[in-house]
């Protein structure tokens, strides 16, 4: 794989998806960082050869149309002689130099853009590197508590239907129903004492009414029995 290749290939990846794969994500992020030194070395390395491929043709181009200008002129003073056959031969050589001078300018017009999308590339690869370096710290916290969370929420959902706050619920509701059971005997237990005194309360206002009534159509009332007799005497 070519340098360009792979610079292409780091600037597609995104760094957070590969250190969501990582099983040690600290160690491979600082795997890319180096990978990322090393590409953009090379980088650095083949812009600059480019650069001066760039210059040499340059210089290449400009030195055959000079030559193309030279000969331009000798052909034109060999006419004003009138030598003929030293004109052609100047345009000739002329006509050599300007059909070079167009190589030239086509080879330099492709090294010019292949050298602008290198650089490009470059300046994007460190930029990308720089992002990563000064946001190491903060990728890997993220990462460490993302990793965090997720074993929390793998122990909640790992939690077995008789866990201990369960049973805790059931003991409480368990405690609840026998209070709620003392509760409804000791009432029924009352409400039967209340009802035995009230019917000793009943009986006594009957008694009473009975003895007025006797008195108003004027019969003696009966001797109310006592109740409590005293023990009789041995």
Do not use: C
């Not at 790992?158 to 000791?186: V, Y």
């Not at 206002?205 to 005293?230: R, Y």
């Amino acid at each position: 794989m070519g340098i360009m290749d792979r610079i292409s290939r780091l600037l597609r990846a995104n760094v957070n998806d590969m250190l969501d794969r990582a099983e040690d994500p600290e160690s491979t992020l600082d795997q890319i960082l180096r990978d990322m030194e090393t590409n953009i070395g090379q980088a650095r390395t083949q812009v600059a050869s480019m650069i001066a491929q760039e210059k040499e043709l340059q210089a290449d181009l400009k030195e055959v149309q000079e030559l193309s200008g030279e000969w331009q002129s000798k052909a034109q003073r060999a006419v004003e002689a009138g030598k003929d056959d030293l004109a052609r031969e100047a345009l000739r050589r002329k006509k050599d130099n300007d059909d070079s001078a167009a190589l030239y300018e086509q080879q330099l017009s492709t090294q010019t853009q292949t050298l602008d999308r290198m650089k490009s590339q470059l300046t994007a690869l460190e930029s990308k590197y720089q992002s990563a370096l000064s946001q190491r710290d903060v990728l890997i916290s993220r990462q460490r508590r993302a990793q965090s969370q997720q074993k929390v929420a793998d122990a909640v959902s790992q939690f077995s239907p008789s866990d201990p706050s369960a049973d805790l619920d059931r003991i409480e509701r368990k405690i609840r129903g026998t209070e709620a059971r003392a509760e409804a005997t000791i009432e029924m237990h009352d409400d039967s004492l209340d009802t035995q005194f009230a019917e000793l309360d009943y009986d006594t206002d009957v008694e009473d009414e009975l003895a007025q009534l006797k008195a108003s159509v004027g019969k003696t009332p009966d001797a109310i029995p006592a109740t409590n007799p005293a023990t009789p005497q041995s």
